[in-house]
């Protein structure tokens, strides 16, 4: 809940407050302890810039359900298993402040990797089973740079409620682990995926895709709601990844990567759908050179 006083200063500013810009670690740290100070609750999102509306359903609900929503742009280059990825990562700042401006968040950190990397980190952060499936798999070091980062990012804001994007899973159990394990003070929270209208899962990675990539990218979330129905109906997860197999092997521009079927919350593989909770039902796949991830949530007992 708001505090009354924050409650009516936004009402009052609305839309039209001013956003605060640090780069420094020290001028961000200075701040948070005056909120703290305040007792105003802080939500943080972190993010790696090119915003999009997922990026800012995320930033809605941090300004909804905080008193203080401070929004990060860092392209981590530490989790970048890819160095033509890491340079082909799309950057548009200018356009991010004006959105950030008409979001209600009220600081933008935003900085430079010789900020938050003075020197090359040694230490290494691994998550047994929960980076050997999906991104783990693929991405070596993904999540150990992602949980770098985040670290490092949840120390200097220390915010009451970090936001993530359901969108990228097994993040959000990564670092919803990560929390807990190492008692960090934040409840890690996430948010459901913002999709394009064709259902495409919005990515900064989308602006890369010529419309006609963007259309065809659409069997990805198409696809996984019908393997997400013959799942509940058939149970039978070999049959599931088949008929997955099946749908991509048919598409010329779009190449499958992995298509997983695995408890949603630890990570386990299964034998039968009907002894699991919550499943998640992950794809990545290249639409070209531009790799996109999606995933859906299927509830069972
Ligand atoms: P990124 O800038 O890609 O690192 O994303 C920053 C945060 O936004 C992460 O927690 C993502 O999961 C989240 N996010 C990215 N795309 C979406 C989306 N389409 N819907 C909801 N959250 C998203």
Redesign the pocket.
């Known amino acids: 809940m708001k505090s009354n006083n924050v409650l009516l200063l936004s009402q009052l500013c609305g839309n039209l407050c001013m956003l605060k810009v640090l780069n420094s670690i020290k001028s961000i740290r200075r701040e948070v302890i005056s909120y703290h100070r305040k007792n105003l609750k802080i939500g943080f ?6 915003l ?1 509306k ?2 800012l ?2 930033v809605e609900e941090s300004v909804n359900e905080t008193d203080i929503t401070i929004v990060s742009i860092f392209v981590n280059p530490t989790q970048f298993n890819d160095s033509n990825d890491l340079k082909n990562y799309p950057r548009d700042i200018l356009k991010d402040k004006i959105l950030l401006k008409e979001s209600g968040c009220h600081i933008l950190f935003n900085p430079s990797p010789e900020e938050i990397y003075p020197n090359k980190p040694e230490t290494q952060i691994s998550f047994g089973k929960l980076e050997k499936e999906m991104e783990g798999k693929y991405r070596e070091g993904h999540f150990n740079g992602v949980a770098l980062v985040v670290s490092k990012l949840l120390n200097i804001v220390q915010p009451d409620i970090a ?6 899973w097994q ?2 159990i990564i670092i919803k682990r990560l929390s807990e394990d190492l008692n960090f003070n934040s409840k890690i929270k996430f ?5 394009e209208t064709n259902g495409l ?4 990675r989308n602006q890369r895709l010529t419309s006609d990539l963007k259309e065809k990218s659409a069997v990805i979330y198409d696809s996984l709601k019908k393997a997400k129905k013959l799942l509940r109906e058939s149970n039978d997860v070999k049959l599931v990844k088949e008929f997955i197999e099946t749908i991509f092997a048919d598409e010329n521009q779009l190449s499958l990567e992995y298509f997983e079927v695995i408890e949603a919350y630890n990570l386990d593989r299964f034998e039968d759908p009907r002894e699991v909770e919550t499943i998640v039902l992950a794809i990545a796949v290249y639409a070209d050179e531009v790799r996109l991830i999606d995933n859906v949530l299927l509830e069972l007992n």
């Open positions: 999102v972190p993010t790696m810039g090119a999009h997922g990026h359903k995320l936001y993530f994007g359901q969108k990228d993040q959000y948010v459901p995926t913002v999709r899962a919005m990515s900064s």
